[in-house]
């Protein structure tokens, strides 16, 4: 595989220019698409991702093999690699989300005035979307459906260590837009892996309407420092699972090492757990934890559980490990708990494990996060999970949309009003 050409700037802006002129052309035509023309587009998709799936799996192999010979990390790894059961999923995915309620035209509030105005308020699409994101190819497929179904045209551009796998994926996308007969231009992959080509789509004012980053630290910050355009992005998954002094071992001690240790590089892994310094079995999470092959690293008093917890520093409860790492403290019941994820949370998602009813109320009313969970594993943090078919991302900000980001996500509104020649007086 050839490696990708370092392009100048100016090359790189008057490409993004061409592709979200086309976008916004493909986004016009989109938004007045009928809803069986979008889903027919996703379900032959989902078929080409079958067909041709020895050719995707070809390519991620490559992938894969080149980011083992980079060094990249086994969370990053796991992250980029694609077996036939996640192919699968991916397919199965786009036949969710082509099945989902089209959210364009839906009325959101009706309204009729004393003075016989009649106010509608209807969902319409945001028009183009461009997303940049790292390692998981899954994001071609997973983005581009919402984009579609959701009347968006859309512009990927995926990281370097993933480009034959985006490329495969996004050719069977194509095949399904065709056979539905809509523009080849509402998913478009930017064909190149320069950085200069993020630049030039986060300045994109006019062509593109939202930028959506997927990826690490880094990238976001790089997007929220650069972008021109509005962004809908999520900060760390710094991600805390408390254990109250009223919970149920048999539930915490498999609710905590699922958390933490089913998949180490996803957003909605646990990064941090918080033991009420009351609870009965604190030695049992540590030693489940260390047990299936994860480093604890805590406090003084969670070292004092068992000699194979390393000391905790300062930065390590500001850190999104995505990795067999986890740091664990003892805290103060409820109340220490909320301190601590007010302190250290970066709003993504937290999670109380308890029997008592009325601790739970309070922790899911108080925590400020986008998600915050009551006797489950925060893995759960994921938008086909809460049966919105796929995610486009997880928006940990306030404004727009907050939590797992699909179809009602990538939609705004506006107002329609219908008189009969009133005037104002």
Same mark, same amino acid.
């Given at each position: ?39 027919? @587009?996703? %379900? $032959?998709?989902? !078929? &080409? ?5 020895? /050719? +995707? ?5 490559? *992938? ?107 050719? @069977?996308? %194509? $095949?399904?837009? !065709? &056979? ?5 231009? /509402? +998913? ?5 892996? *320069? ?109 004092? %559980? ?120």
């Amino acid at each position: 595989m050839t490696e990708a050409v370092a392009i100048r700037p100016t090359d790189a802006v008057a490409l993004i220019t061409e592709m979200g002129q086309r976008a916004r052309a493909a986004a016009t035509r989109l938004a007045a698409t009928p809803t069986a023309d979008k889903a027919h @587009a996703l %379900l $032959e998709a989902a !078929r &080409a991702i079958r067909a041709q799936d020895k /050719a +995707i799996l070809a390519a991620n192999a490559e *992938d894969v093999s080149r980011a083992q010979a980079n060094g990249l990390s086994a969370a990053m790894i796991d992250r980029l690699a694609l077996n036939p059961a996640r192919l699968e999923a991916m397919a199965a995915g786009l036949e969710a989300v082509a099945a989902l309620p089209d959210p364009v035209g839906e009325t959101i509030d009706e309204r009729h005035r004393p003075n016989g105005l009649m106010l509608q308020r209807v969902r319409v699409p945001l028009g183009v979307i461009g997303i940049i994101y790292e390692s998981r190819p899954n994001v071609t497929a997973d983005a581009g459906a919402l984009s579609l179904m959701s009347g968006n045209a859309c512009i990927l551009r995926g990281g370097s260590e993933a480009s034959g796998s985006n490329r495969a994926i996004h050719a @069977a996308m %194509l $095949e399904g837009v !065709r &056979a539905a007969g809509l523009p080849e231009d /509402a +998913i478009q992959l930017v064909p190149i892996t *320069d950085r200069a080509a993020v630049g030039a789509m986060l300045t994109a004012q006019g062509l593109i309407d939202i930028i959506v980053p997927r990826g690490g630290k880094s990238l976001v910050a790089r997007v929220q420092d650069e972008a021109r355009v509005p962004v809908l992005a999520h900060l760390d998954g710094i991600v805390h699972l408390y254990i109250d002094a009223d919970a149920d071992p048999a539930k915490a001690v498999p609710l905590a090492v699922n958390a933490k240790m089913r998949r180490t590089g996803v957003c909605g892994a646990t990064e941090t757990i918080l033991i009420d310094r009351a609870y009965a079995a604190p030695k049992a999470i540590v030693a489940a934890l260390i047990a299936a092959g994860c480093e604890v690293r805590g406090d003084g008093a969670a070292q004092a %559980l068992d000699p194979d917890v390393k000391p905790a520093s300062d930065q390590d409860w500001d850190c999104e490990y995505l990795d067999s790492i986890v740091s664990l403290a003892i805290v103060d019941g409820i109340d220490g708990a909320m301190a601590h994820i007010a302190r250290h949370s970066s709003h993504h998602t937290d999670a109380i494990i308890t029997e008592d009813q009325a601790k739970a109320d309070r922790f899911l009313a108080q925590v400020d996060s986008a998600i915050v969970m009551h006797n489950a594993s925060t893995q759960f943090a994921d938008g086909g999970e809460f049966g919105l078919g796929a995610e486009i991302g997880i928006s940990t900000g306030r404004l727009h949309a907050r939590g797992p980001v699909a179809l009602e996500g990538l939609t705004t509104y506006k107002w329609l009003v219908r008189g009969s020649g009133q005037l104002r007086p």
